[in-house]
C-alpha cells in the first residue's frame, strides 16, 4: 500500500512482513528483524548453485513478466528487494519506478550501460548473480582481476562473462535462454495464479511517463559522467 503524507512531504509504502525475509538475508545469515547497522556487515555465503540457478531464473521471470506490463526497465533489483517464501522469489520495490527513486547500483554502473535503460537490468542482475556465487557484493561496474579469483572455477562464470564482457550487454530475454539455465524446473512458480491485470489508459500512460523520464535520468546521468571524465 503507497500513501502520501503532504505535510512532511514524504510518501509511505507498506507491504506484508515476510518473517522469511530477503534474498540478502539467506547470503548473510541475519533475520529481517536484526539491526540494520550490523546484519549483513559480515562476510556471506555462497548458495548451493541449484539454488543460484532457481532463484535466478524466477527472477527473470518476473522482470520479463514487468516488461510483459510495459515497464522497460526496473532497475531497482538487488538481493535486498528480493523476498523469499517459500523458496520463491518475490520481486518487490516495484513502486520505485513509479517515484523516482534513485536505483541502489546507478552511480556505480552508469558509465557501463551508458544510456541504455534497457541494459540496466541485466547489469543489476550481473551484480545479483555474482554477491549469490561469492557472499559478497561487486564494488564496481563489471568484475575486475580480484574478483575473478573469488568465481573461478564456479559455474556460472560463463554466464557472468556473457552479461559483462560481450561486446554488447544481452537483454534479460536472452540471458534468461542462457545454457546456463538449462534444466531449471519453476515448480514453484506453476503454483503462481495472479489475478489479471487489466490497464487502462491512464495506467499505461503513467508507465510510458515513468519510462521516459528514467531513460532521460540514465542519459543525464551518463552525459555528467562523461563531462566529469574529460575535465578530469
Excluded at 503532504?6 to 545469515?29: A, C, M, R, T, W
Excluded at 561469492?134 to 556473457?162: K, W
Aim: aromatic share 8%; net charge positive; hydrophobic share 35%.
Amino acid at each position: 500500500m503507497i500513501d502520501t503524507l503532504p505535510e512532511q512531504g514524504l510518501v509511505s509504502v507498506l507491504q506484508p512482513f515476510n518473517k522469511d525475509g530477503s534474498l540478502k538475508d539467506i547470503i548473510y545469515h541475519s533475520k529481517p528483524l536484526d539491526r540494520w547497522q550490523t546484519k549483513y556487515s559480515r562476510c556471506g555465503i555462497v548458495l548451493p548453485p541449484t539454488s543460484i540457478r532457481k532463484y535466478c531464473r524466477q527472477i527473470l521471470e518476473a522482470l520479463l513478466y514487468l516488461r510483459g506490463k510495459g515497464f522497460t526497465s526496473f532497475q531497482h533489483l538487488h538481493s535486498g528487494n528480493v523476498l523469499i517464501r517459500k523458496d520463491c522469489c518475490k520481486l518487490t520495490g516495484v513502486e520505485n519506478i513509479l517515484l523516482g527513486m534513485k536505483p541502489k547500483l546507478q552511480s556505480v554502473i552508469t558509465r557501463l550501460v551508458k544510456h541504455k535503460a534497457d541494459a540496466f537490468d541485466s547489469v543489476c542482475f550481473g551484480h545479483l548473480l555474482f554477491e549469490l556465487c561469492t557472499g559478497y557484493e561487486l564494488d564496481s561496474a563489471a568484475p575486475q582481476p580480484r574478483h575473478l579469483l573469488d568465481i573461478a572455477g564456479h559455474d556460472a562464470v560463463e554466464l557472468l562473462n556473457f552479461i559483462f564482457y560481450s561486446d554488447t550487454i544481452p537483454g534479460i530475454n536472452e540471458i534468461s535462454t542462457h545454457s546456463y539455465f538449462k534444466g531449471v524446473d519453476l515448480k514453484e512458480m506453476r503454483a503462481f495464479n495472479p489475478a489479471p491485470i487489466r490497464l487502462t489508459p491512464a495506467m499505461k500512460s503513467c508507465i510510458n511517463k515513468t519510462n521516459k523520464t528514467a531513460a532521460d535520468l540514465l542519459s543525464r546521468k551518463h552525459r555528467l559522467g562523461k563531462k566529469e571524465k574529460v575535465n578530469h
